[in-house]
């Protein structure tokens, strides 16, 4: 429970659309890079468990951001994508 009394809420959103193939081919390419299988594996970072100071969270579909020093997300984009 938060001590003032209400839930923070989360950021920004920033809107994607991607086909069903393609979103899936970032899912797999969030779980073959070292740093953001981490994040995306991690159940505390998606965006309903969302807490203020964590810079990273994964939306609904899958798909990782980060948040920047005005808390914007940025969505991860692979080196590979």
């Known amino acids: 429970m938060w001590s003032c009394g209400f839930m923070p809420t989360p950021p920004p959103n920033t809107h994607i659309q991607l086909d069903d193939d393609i979103l899936q ?3 797999n390419g969030y779980k073959r890079d070292p740093h953001l ?3 995306w ?3 505390k970072m998606r965006v309903d ?3 203020p100071g964590h810079r990273f969270f994964k939306d609904d579909r899958g798909l990782v951001f980060f948040r920047d020093a005005d ?7 692979l080196v590979d994508q």
């Open 25 to 27: 081919e970032w899912i």
């Open 37 to 39: 299988s981490k994040i």
């Open 41 to 43: 594996d991690d159940p």
């Open 49 to 51: 468990n969302w807490v």
């Open 71 to 77: 808390y914007q997300p940025r969505l991860c984009v």
